[in-house]
Structures are given as C-alpha cells and as structure tokens.
C-alpha cells in the first residue's frame, strides 16, 4: 500500500515528522518498506505562463518564448520542448534556480538569442515519467507561485508492506485510524451525507451467487459530462498512490478505493439489459476484459451479469462491452461485498492481479458499502454533473456477523509479562474501534469492529495490545519452564551407535522409499504378499516393502550406473509384513537394520591389493556392531536359508536361541536377474536385536600370567566352527580366558572328508599362577571331549 504524507494528514495530523511517523507505524506492525520523495531537490522553481512564442531564427527546433511570472514582467527564455505554445502554464526555472543533480540555471545564449530560465518537463523536475515536453499545469495555476507550494511537491510517498490479515489498512482512511490511535490525535474524515436522489430512476439488481455476495448497492446516475476532466488535486492523489488517471468516473471510483478501501465499478447503463445478476459464471462463458483479453470463465467464478451474458469478474475486473466510454450519459454505480473465500484466487487463474482484487481477497468491511457508494456520488456530481437516482441496497441472509471476544486479565500478564491497568486496556482497544460489551473482575468482552476481519480470539485482542501499547516497552523476562529431563537407561542403546559403527566401517546411510515395485518384491520375498496401494505415487512405488534388502540393492544398482565400483551402505527403517497376529488393520511394522557391500575389500590405493569383498567382510563388520551392545557372546550364526540370499553362503542370526535376522551373499539367480556383474553380500536383521546392551560391569584385571597351549586337531569338514568352540570351551574349565581358532587347512596330506583346525586357548586365574598339572589337567580334558564328540585326533 503507497499512501501520500499529506493526503495521510489531512485525515489525521500527530504533532510528529515523517521519520517518526515511519517508526511508529513500523514498531505497530505496518511495516513502511521505502519512504520516497514526489519530486527532487531543487528550488527556484515558479509557475510561469507562455505568453508569446516565436520560431528561433537560426533553429527549426528551438522556439524564443515570453514567459509571465516575475515581478518585472515577461522573460525571454528559448526552449526546444515541442508542445510550447501560447496560453499554457509550465514549470518555470528563473536564474539561480537549482535543479536536481546538482545544475544551476544561469544566463545562457542559444544559437545566438539569450534566455533567461528554463522551462521544465516532469523529468527535469524528478516529479514524474512524461518526458514528451513541458510538463502543462493545470489552467488556474497560479502565474508566479513557488510551483512547490502550489503542487505540494514537498510531500512524501509512504509505501507500507501489509500482512494478509490487515486488509483493514488497505486505504488511507485505514492508515488513519492506525496513526490516530498510535498518537493518541483526532481522525477527522470528510463529511460524506446521504445523497438525495433528484430522479426515481433504479435499475433492479438480484443475488443468485448465495453467501458469495451478501450486499450489493448501486445506484443510476444520468446526464453526466465525461468529457470533464478529473481535478487536478484528484489526479495528483491518484498518481502519488501508483494509479494513472483515465476518466473522471474511472478516477472518482479508483479514489474511493484508495481513500475508504472499497473497490467499485461503473457500467454504463445504456449498454446493460433487464437487470444486474450476481451469480456464478456457466463453465466456458466468454467475456472480454476491460483491457481487451477475452476469457473462457469457470463454473466457481462469480460475475456480474444482466441477461445478456456476464458483464464483470466479481471482484476482480470489468467487462469491456459494458464499459464507460467518451459517449457515456447515464452510468449504473456499483458498491458490493464479496465473501473473500468466493474471490480469492480467481484473479491468479486468469493471470490478473487487480487492486480490487487485492483487497476483497483479504477482506472488505461489509458495512463499508453505502459510504462509499455515496462518497462516489458526490465527487462525480460535483465533477461530471447529473442526477442521481435513489440507492438500489439489496442483501441477503449470507452477510458476516457481529464477533465478541472475550479478553481475560490474567492473560495478559501471563501472555504479555505484563500487569496493564483496567482503563488503559479498554483505552487501546475502544481506540482501534471495539465497542466494549460487559466488563467483570475477570476481563472484558468487546464487539469487533465489521472492518478487522482479523481479530476473533483473544490471543488477537493480545496482539493488539502489544503493538499499541508498544513492543519495545514490554518487559523482558527470561522464560522459566520446568524440565523434566527422560530417563536414558545404559540398557538401550541409541541407534546413533549403531550408525556411528557402520559409519567408522565405511558404510554410508541411505534412506530409501518405504514403497517398492511389486515385482522387485515378489523377487526378494516370494512367500509374502506385500500390501499394495490403492493410490500409488507410480507404478514401481505400488507395495509397501517387507524388507528393506530391495531399497538397498536398488541403490546399488543406481551407484553401478554412475560407475561406483565400491560401495557401502546401510539403512535403518520400518518394513510391512502382513500378519494374523496383531499390528495396525493386520499389518506389523518392524524397524529393521539392513546393510550391503559390493566391490573390493580395501579402497583403491597403491598399497591395497584388488581383492573383492566376501561372506566374512559383511560378517565382521556385523560383529562389530554386536560387539557395540556388549551382548557379542549372545549372538550366534548358523547355517541358514533366505530366498533371496545364496543357498551356501548364508547364516541365520540367532540371539539366546530365537531368530534375528540374516547375512549372506545374494542369490545368484537373483543377481542375474538384475544385472549385477559381482557378488553382492547383505545383512537384514530386526533393529531391537541391536539397541539393547549390557550395562558395562568393572571386573578387577589379574595380575598373573597367562598360559598358551595350542591343539592342531583333524575333525568332519561338516562340524562348523561355532559347534567345535562351544565343546571346547565347556570342556576346557572356567579358567579359559580366551579362545580362538587360528587356522584352517583343508587339502593335500589330509582326508579329503576332514579338515585341520588350529586353536588356540589362553588360561588365566585371578588370584594365583596356574601350575603345569592344572593346565594339562583342562588340555587333556577338551581333547577327551573332542574324540568324544567329534572322532577328532590330534595332527
């Protein structure tokens, strides 16, 4: 919204400058983006009248004039301006005058003949665009006045940036009642009387559009003389705030607006037929645009129509065939409101954005319309003439009601921090409009004033105090909320933790989609029927997924394209599994850990041999996790089966005997069915498996030595490893600190059926040295239990 200083202080004038004004409207939240001057700096500047004008003898495109407006009488000054011509009033910079930028109008000689001054243009003067010729005053300007004084050009444009919700202050009548109760100074508005109607003439208005429009008024002018030009204190007002001058009845519609806020529109009456219709528009009628576009209308788009077709977007533009034009004798005003909800929008979908549209896609005061509607009548009888017809008000049972609110006093000081007293709080509020309703030991309930379509709760009754009473003088008060801070028992680990291991692996985390193609599915979890949605965002994103194994694999597959060779990468998340037994409409969701690698063990370098990854790279580095929850020793792996995974090279993840997960190389079948050149090896297992960790207990460190005995022992190639150790450790006694096997030799010089397996045993007691009989005692005791179990003998 730009708004004049000085048409602003004609409504209302604090005892304050410019810069403070701009503050105060600032800090109240109307934030003043630019404050612009109407012209530039320069003085000297009088109202002068070309009272003779003569070809220049020796230039076919200067002119020597006389121009009227010093005291010694007319001044000879040479001008090339086209349009200089006897009678006109100009712009007349005398000698001395200073213009902007700094230039000094001297005595100068053109071709030969002296002048004395300089006739302007608006150009020359920075007080507006037109650079055709001299800028022509209007005929009563006063010869020999200071043509600042007189065009006021000392004024300021003032462009504030409105929030949405204050269409309130869309105008200056607006920005007045803001100013007025900011400063505490007196609102005087014009005096605007009903208008009695001199003729019985009406023309029948109906409304078919509902609770879109809920009041319209109009009323028959006739007899008018458009041929009149708008005032020039008119015209000026109208282009201080960004609207060109058209027509008087054009003019006098778009002041209204800017004054009062509501938007209007004149038809010309001769062109309309039957009556005016509110209502919405047939899908694809047509209508041409005052600017001559013609559009295809939607259903949902009100109109103002007559019965031949629609005449005006409702709210937003007028129509050319019923437009008012230089032939124009009898006009149809119209003044209305539109339901917000009703016009907002409308505008954008033709491509337009109107001032009218502006400001009943916000929100106009509904009670608004009569004023302005005989606002508009005045000014156009006083400036085109005519008779006025009695007012045509029509409206429905659709208009907005009265809103109370209730303020409490206790919400006050818990919301502002504040203990504001009684009469100051009802001082601000009845000063912004609110009418007070009742009043009790309590609070205050108000009537909202029809023009603040923003306050309707009392956290906007807070507002509103805040920003009159003033943001900078509300005091500053640390908040003080008790915190009761959760409870992080040792017992769950964070899946940062995990994340943080796979991380300081190699790995890189990835988030895929929660839905996969149906058919990428069925190949990863044959046996499980996913659920699949209704409304998919596409047809590969159709199925909620059952494991998290296909996301990954498909981002390998992305990585592969773009020439990735090595890669890393894990995923936590939720997988879908149908089931009987319980969850949400029989779906259970599961927050699992899946990870992948593919490519060479070690990263490229000079010093790394090109291996590729295998079955005990993804199997260490998911120890490696275990080992994070301190639960390690609880977990086993054993041979397994998955049908996405190698038949051989896959183990089922076991913690204290009940089933986790899986880790494996993927299914050959399925690797060719991808497209993917190497193996790939992946883990999938349920994430509460992972998060759950042993409290960390202090164990006092033995300050006596350890004893090493190594057993080569031959055994079935079938007896897996986890099987031979758990014998071992059973039979080897409760000193057995720690076990390993350290090698294995399957080949030449042993059966091809068995298989040697080097352990390695470590004892150690907490209080004393351990003497040879104790440790051949526990020696012989696993080598018993070895033949015993396994027809093991010694290499």
């Known amino acids: 919204m730009k708004v004049s200083e000085s048409w602003l202080r004609e409504w209302v004038n604090p005892a304050v400058g410019t810069d403070e004004l701009v503050a105060q409207l600032t800090m109240a939240g109307l934030e003043v983006d630019a404050i612009e001057s109407v012209a530039g700096d320069f003085t000297g500047v009088i109202v002068g009248e070309i009272v003779a004008c003569e070809q220049h003898p020796d230039a076919d495109k200067l002119r020597v004039t006389q121009v009227a407006g010093l005291p010694d009488g007319p001044t000879q000054v040479v001008c090339g301006a086209a349009n200089a011509r006897v009678g006109i009033k100009i712009p007349f910079a005398t000698i001395g005058a200073e213009l902007p930028g700094d230039f000094q109008i001297k005595k100068a000689k053109l071709r030969g003949v002296e002048s004395f001054g300089m006739l302007c243009g608006q150009t020359e003067l920075k007080a507006g665009d037109d650079d055709t010729g001299l800028w022509e005053l209007a005929a009563d300007a006063p010869v020999g006045a200071d043509i600042r004084n007189y065009l006021n050009l000392n004024d300021k444009l003032i462009e504030v940036d409105l929030t949405p919700n204050r269409s309130d202050c869309l ?26 109607a001199t003729i019985a003439d009406t023309f029948p208005v109906k409304l078919s559009a509902g609770a879109a429009c809920s009041r319209y008024v109009g009323r028959v002018i006739r007899n008018i003389d458009i041929t009149k030009p708008s005032p020039a204190w008119l015209q000026d007002k109208l282009v201080r705030a960004g609207l060109r001058s058209i027509d008087a009845v054009v003019d006098v519609t778009n002041y209204v607006l800017v004054e009062l ?89 033709y491509g337009l954005h109107t001032d009218s549209s502006h400001r009943f896609e916000r929100g106009v005061d509904y009670n608004l319309q009569v004023e302005a509607i005989e606002r508009a009548t005045a000014l156009l009888l006083e400036i085109v003439g005519g008779e006025a017809g009695p007012l045509t008000h029509v409206t429905n049972d659709h208009l907005p009601q009265e809103r109370q609110v209730t303020l409490r006093k206790a919400r006050i000081v818990s919301g502002l921090s504040l203990e504001m007293a009684d009469d100051e709080v009802v001082d601000i509020l009845t000063r912004l409009g609110l009418s007070l309703v009742s009043q009790n030991a309590d609070g205050w309930t108000f009537n909202v004033p029809s023009y603040r379509f923003d306050i309707s709760i009392e956290a906007d009754l807070l507002e509103e105090l805040a920003r009159v009473y003033g943001y900078n003088r509300l005091p500053t008060r640390a908040l003080a909320t008790p915190i009761q801070i959760d409870e992080r028992p040792e017992a769950v680990l964070g899946v940062s ?46 199925a909620m997924r059952t494991s998290l194994l296909p996301g990954l694999v498909t981002v390998l597959r ?14 936590t998340g939720l997988r879908f599994v149908p089931s009987e037994k319980g969850g949400v409409d029989g779906l259970q969701q599961e927050a699992m850990l899946a990870g ?108 006596f030595p350890e004893v090493r005995r190594d057993l080569a022992i031959l055994i079935d190639r079938q007896v897996a490893a986890k099987t031979l150790m758990d014998t071992v450790s ?7 600190t720690d076990l390993k096997v350290f090698d294995v030799y399957m080949g030449k010089g042993i ?45």
Not at 521 to 542: G, H, Q, T, W, Y
Not at 561 to 571: C, D, G, I, Y
Not at 760 to 784: C, M, W, Y
């Open 171 to 196: 105008s200056v009548k607006g920005i007045a009642r803001e100013v007025g109760v900011l400063f505490r100074a007196p609102v005087q508005s014009p005096a605007i009387d009903p208008i009695t």
């Open 596 to 703: 992948l690698i593919y490519g060479s063990r070690l990263p490229e370098a000079w010093s790394n041999v090109a291996e590729a990854v295998d079955f005990f790279d993804i199997k260490g580095d998911l120890e490696s996790v275990l080992a994070v929850t301190g639960n390690a020793k609880d977990f086993s792996f054993q041979a397994g089966e998955h049908s996405a995974l190698h038949p051989g090279q896959t183990a089922a993840i076991y913690l204290n005997g009940e089933l986790q997960g899986y880790v494996g190389a993927l299914h050959p079948t399925l690797q060719q069915q991808l497209d993917i050149p190497k193996n790939v090896f992946l883990f999938e297992l349920k994430l509460s498996a992972v998060t759950q960790a042993r409290v960390p207990a202090f164990s006092s460190l033995s300050r």
């Open 497 to 542: 933790a995990v994340r943080r291991q796979l991380v300081a692996r190699g790995y890189q985390e990835a988030i895929t989609f929660s839905f996969i193609e149906p058919k990428l599915s069925a190949l990863f979890d044959p046996k499980c029927e996913p659920v699949v949605l209704r409304n998919p965002i596409s047809a590969d994103l159709a």
């Open 558 to 571: 992305n990585n592969l394209n773009r020439q990735q060779e090595r890669v890393r990468l894990f995923e």
């Open 261 to 349: 806020g509501q938007p209007m529109h004149a038809f010309d009456l001769s062109k309309l037929s039957g009556g005016i219709d509110v209502r919405l528009a047939k899908q694809d009628e047509a209508l041409t645009l005052l600017d001559g576009q013609e559009v295809k209308l939607n259903a949902d788009t009100m109109v103002i129509a007559d019965q031949q077709g629609a005449l005006a977007i409702a709210g937003v533009f007028g129509g050319k065939p019923s437009s008012v034009t230089t032939e124009t004798r009898d006009i149809f005003l119209e003044s209305a409101f539109f339901n917000p909800l009703a016009v907002a929008g409308r505008a954008r979908s």
């Open 751 to 795: 059966d091809p059926h068995r298989k040697s397996v080097a352990l390695g045993l470590t004892f150690q007691h907490p209080s004393r040295t351990l003497n040879e009989d104790e440790v051949n005692a526990s020696i012989d005791a696993v080598i018993k239990s070895l033949e015993a179990n396994f027809a093991a003998t010694l290499r």
């Open 730 to 736: 059973a039979a080897a006694g409760e000193h057995v």
